[in-house]
């Protein structure tokens, strides 16, 4: 209507506003305000565009959409009203009632927007449980909460550490072999060596059966010195999941956990000291002969002391 225009043009032009500012705001072409302010519907397709566009342009000038329509309608009806009682009613008109007409674009421009928004509605509902459902699967692959199970992660790190520890005690226990055995060499050379010495510089005209005392020595330094090359062997075995610390001859040789079932095996010259974290969790064997490991236990947790056996 022109005077709807009339106003929104007034408002426009009182703001400083031209047709592009308004356009790239409202996104509402240039035609369609020009129309709007001259009151020419015959521009838009259907009244319900008509109507938006007003609501939009109106609201961006600051001014009530819904108030400026009202007016639209209060004139428009009263228009209709005086047309039908200048002009007799059309019984074989093929035309259709406006407002018929213009309630039912109304009516199917509405249906299609709330299928669109439902549409939206449950495709993001769809996105958001798919991605729901992925990151729930992603985070259980990490995440074990069997009880008393170690992480699969933490059982690789484990054992590799065990492989580790396993091979430096291999290395250290050839070493204190070799050194073992050569210092058991040495002690038995000179053990052997001294005695005749000795007897050759006190007794030069010694007899033959005197001889045989050098020999008897011998054999008793051989008998001392297999009795020192002879280690003590410590055996574990777990029964479940146990954390243990084993010293040998007061060095540290091995600190972690032994998974279920595995088995360990250690030498010393001495002695052992084991410390065990849970004790109905391993089988300690010493020398062949099985320790009690629970005798001393506090909470399950004890400390045993294996010295060497003769």
């Given at each position: 209507?022109?005077?709807?225009?009339?106003?929104?043009?007034?408002?426009?032009?009182?703001?400083?506003?031209?047709?592009?500012?308004?356009?790239?705001?409202?996104?509402?072409?240039?035609?369609?305000?020009?129309?709007?302010?001259?009151?020419?519907?015959?521009?838009?397709?259907?009244?319900?565009?008509?109507?938006?566009?007003?609501?939009?342009?109106?609201?961006?000038?600051?001014?009530?959409?819904?108030?400026?329509?009202?007016?639209?309608?209060?004139?428009?009806?009263?228009?209709?009203?005086?047309?039908?009682?200048?002009?007799?009613?059309?019984?074989?008109?093929?035309?259709?009632?406006?407002?018929?007409?213009?309630?039912?674009?109304?009516?199917?421009?509405?249906?299609?927007?709330?299928?669109?928004?439902?549409?939206?509605?449950?495709?993001?509902?769809?996105?958001?449980?798919?991605?729901?459902?992925?990151?729930?699967?992603?985070?259980?692959?990490?995440?074990?909460?069997?009880?008393?199970?170690?992480?699969?992660?933490?059982?690789?790190?484990?054992?590799?550490?065990?492989?580790?520890?396993?091979?430096?005690?291999?290395?250290?226990?050839?070493?204190?072999?070799?050194?073992?055995?050569?210092?058991?060499?040495?002690?038995?050379?000179?053990?052997?060596?001294?005695?005749e010495n000795v007897s050759s510089q006190a007794q030069p005209d010694i007899k033959p059966v005197a001889?045989?005392?050098?020999?008897?020595?011998?054999?008793?330094?051989?008998?001392?010195?297999?009795?020192?090359?002879?280690?003590?062997?410590?055996?574990?075995?777990?029964?479940?999941?146990?954390?243990?610390?084993?010293?040998?001859?007061?060095?540290?040789?091995?600190?972690?956990?032994?998974?279920?079932?595995?088995?360990?095996?250690?030498?010393?010259?001495?002695?052992?000291?084991?410390?065990?974290?849970?004790?109905?969790?391993?089988?300690?064997?010493?020398?062949?002969?099985?320790?009690?490991?629970?005798?001393?236990?506090?909470?399950?947790?004890?400390?045993?002391?294996?010295?060497?056996?003769?």
């Amino acid at each position: 209507m022109k005077e709807i225009g009339k106003i929104l043009r007034e408002k426009r032009e009182k703001l400083g506003l031209n047709f592009d500012k308004v356009h790239r705001v409202t996104r509402i072409q240039e035609k369609y305000i020009l129309a709007i302010e001259e009151g020419d519907e015959s521009v838009f397709s259907a009244e319900v565009y008509y109507k938006s566009f007003v609501k939009s342009y109106a609201k961006f000038l600051g001014l009530s959409g819904e108030e400026l329509l009202a007016q639209y309608e209060k004139r428009k009806n009263l228009q209709s009203g005086d047309e039908e009682g200048e002009k007799p009613a059309q019984t074989c008109g093929y035309k259709t009632n406006p407002d018929a007409k213009t309630a039912k674009a109304k009516s199917s421009d509405e249906r299609k927007s709330d299928l669109k928004k439902l549409f939206i509605t449950v495709l993001i509902a769809g996105i958001l449980c798919a991605a729901f459902l992925y990151l729930n699967k992603n985070i259980s692959i990490f995440i074990d909460d069997s009880p008393g199970r170690i992480p699969a992660l933490e059982q690789k790190k484990i054992l590799h550490e065990q492989k580790e520890q396993e091979q430096r005690e291999q290395l250290r226990l050839r070493e204190i072999a070799f050194e073992a055995r050569k210092n058991a060499e040495e002690e038995s050379k000179n053990r052997i060596l001294k005695p005749e010495n000795v007897s050759s510089q006190a007794q030069p005209d010694i007899k033959p059966v005197a001889a045989q005392a050098p020999a008897a020595t011998q054999a008793g330094n051989n008998t001392a010195a297999a009795s020192y090359v002879k280690r003590q062997e410590l055996e574990i075995v777990a029964v479940e999941n146990v954390w243990i610390k084993v010293d040998s001859d007061g060095r540290e040789i091995f600190q972690g956990t032994i998974v279920k079932g595995d088995k360990k095996n250690w030498k010393a010259d001495n002695e052992f000291t084991v410390k065990i974290g849970y004790t109905p969790g391993v089988n300690v064997y010493f020398n062949g002969i099985k320790v009690d490991v629970n005798k001393g236990a506090v909470q399950d947790v004890n400390t045993l002391v294996l010295k060497r056996q003769q």
